[in-house]
């Protein structure tokens, strides 16, 4: 479910790029938080079933975990494009497996464990 919700916001980046002249490091943010608020629907109704902690109280930790995943992923994004000739889709590929970690241990530790 991880690698959907990526590819749909790396498709969101290329459409905001590439069809709209958006820039890239704000098309990234936009992808971002597209994809997270996808992947909170997928994960809370599919993944983390069991947990107990309410609907709306999920939500707002897990967009509070998802700001830390967007500020990583932002300034990473932002180096690797400023200091870096690489494409801005594979810069925003390698910035993922970091910012993603960074996400998922949040929301393993402190959103989605048993309450």
């Given amino acids: 479910m991880s690698c959907f919700v990526f590819v749909i916001g790396l498709v969101t980046l290329w459409m905001l790029v590439s069809l709209a002249g958006v820039d890239e490091v704000i098309a990234a943010g936009i992808g971002f938080v597209i994809a997270n608020t996808l992947h909170y629907a997928l994960g809370r109704s599919w993944i983390f079933r069991g947990s107990e902690r309410g609907l709306r109280t999920g939500y707002v930790l897990f967009l509070i975990n998802a700001g830390v995943g967007l500020f990583v992923t932002m300034g990473l994004y932002a180096l690797m494009l400023r200091f870096t000739a690489m494409n801005y889709l594979v810069a925003r590929i390698v910035v993922s497996v970091f910012a993603g970690l ?14």
């Fill in 102 to 115: 960074v996400v998922f241990v949040l929301n393993a530790v402190l959103n989605f464990r048993q309450v």
